[in-house]
Structure formats: C-alpha cells, structure tokens
C-alpha cells in the first residue's frame, strides 16, 4: 500500500520553514526519508521506527506517529540545498519491501 | 569502498525487445532492490533479492524478472517491452539489520530506458 505525501508541492524562500507529511492505512515497521534532486538518484535522510521516536539530520528532523501511522518531516530554515523532491518510505514489518511515496516537490528560492 | 554501480545508463529499445539491465551493489550488502521510476513519480518497487533469492516482488507482471549473483549483484529483464515500460529504472543496494529491518537505501544513478 503506497504511503500518501502532502503537500504535493511547496515554494519556499531561503530560511523558511517547512513541514512534509506521510501516511499510511496499514500499521508500519519504520519509515525512511530521501530526497532526490533533479537527474540524480535518490539519497537517504533518515530511518525512524515505530515508538514514535524522532530524529535529526542538521537542520532536517523528523517523527513518527505509530498510532497515527503517520510521519511527517521538518525542514528549518531552509537552505538553497534543500531543494528537489523528497520521498517518504513505509515498511510493514521487517522482511518487506521499502515503498515510496509518490513525492513532495519543494522549491527553495533565494 | 565503491558505491552502486548500474549499466548501461541509457538505453533505447523498440516494442516486443527485451532488455537487461545490470546493478552491482555496493560492498557487504547483501540486498538488492529495483524500483522503476516514471517521470514526476515516485519510485515503484519491483522486486527484492536477499542472498540470491527473490524477497518480495511488487505488482509487476511475469515478463520482468530478476537475478542476483553470488557476489551480489544483479540483473533486471524485461521482456516484450511495452511502450510504458519507458523510465529510470534504479537499484538500490541495502544492509539487512536485525528483525529483517531494511537498512538504508543506497541507489544507483539508474538506468535510462526509452522504448520506441
């Protein structure tokens, strides 16, 4: 079952905030953040699991609601860098595949 | 320590070819993932392989098929392409963690296909 991302798009102005979100209907194992730029692959962010457990990469943190089975992603102050489309995966239990999102395209413009 | 390594990078192929594409995965993983990536999509998960064995597959019919090697690379076919098959098509290498957990995700630059 393909989590659902939103918003579908966001613009930003450089040190802006902003929050991207992630949900499941099925009960969820971890939930992994990438972000991809444009012509690249995508590159890992972050692993949380379920426990509700939150997490930081520099300016880029994220939590995991399990008995919302939802997860949702904060950027602050948001750098030029920070632009491209980021993806949330979901794990059903241990064993099954990654499945992504269909994205969440953010635009940081100076 | 190489990271994931995928070929060729772009293809173009014609409908009713086949077509293989190739992952070498990056250094003591043991998972390999392929995912197909439309245009402005995010990536679908095609199948899985775990020590030579197919550990999950997504909801991609019989004519992709997959392989991986002893030393954990791997092979994507698709036969009769179709029209739709044309995307990047990206693989992913993976430690597995304790309880079968998927670790991170380390992808491939991926592999360009356009079927005409």
């Known amino acids: 079952q393909q989590p659902v991302q939103s918003p579908q798009a966001v613009i930003l102005r450089e040190g802006e905030d902003a929050v991207i979100n992630c949900s499941s209907s099925?009960?969820?194992?971890?939930v992994h953040w990438y972000r991809q730029k444009h012509g690249e692959a995508p590159v890992f962010l972050m692993i949380l699991l379920k426990g509700g457990e939150q997490k930081g990469h520099d300016k880029i943190s994220a939590s995991f609601n399990e008995k919302k089975q939802q997860s949702s992603l904060y950027l602050t102050a948001s750098q030029l860098s920070y632009s491209g489309t980021y993806f949330c995966?979901?794990?059903?239990?241990?064993?099954?595949?990654?499945?992504f999102g269909k994205g969440t395209r953010l635009s940081v413009i100076a | 320590e190489t990271g994931v390594t995928q070929s060729p990078t772009h293809l173009i192929k014609t409908r009713g070819q086949q077509v293989t594409l190739r992952c070498s995965s990056q250094?003591?993983?043991?998972?390999v993932s392929w995912y197909q990536q439309a245009l402005g999509q995010g990536p679908q998960f095609i199948f899985q392989y775990y020590r030579e064995e197919e550990n999950g597959r997504g909801n991609f019919p019989p004519r992709f098929s997959g392989l991986q090697f002893p030393n954990y690379s791997s092979e994507l076919n698709v036969n009769a392409l179709e029209l739709d098959d044309s995307a990047l098509y990206l693989c992913?290498?993976?430690?597995?963690?304790?309880?079968?957990?998927?670790?991170?995700?380390?992808f491939g630059e991926g592999s360009r296909l356009t079927v005409l």
């Open positions: 250094s003591g993983h043991n998972t």
């Open positions: 992913a290498s993976s430690p597995t963690l304790a309880g079968g957990l998927v670790g991170e995700l380390f």
């Open positions: 099925k009960a969820l194992y971890s």
């Open positions: 995966g979901t794990e059903i239990s241990g064993n099954t595949p990654l499945v």
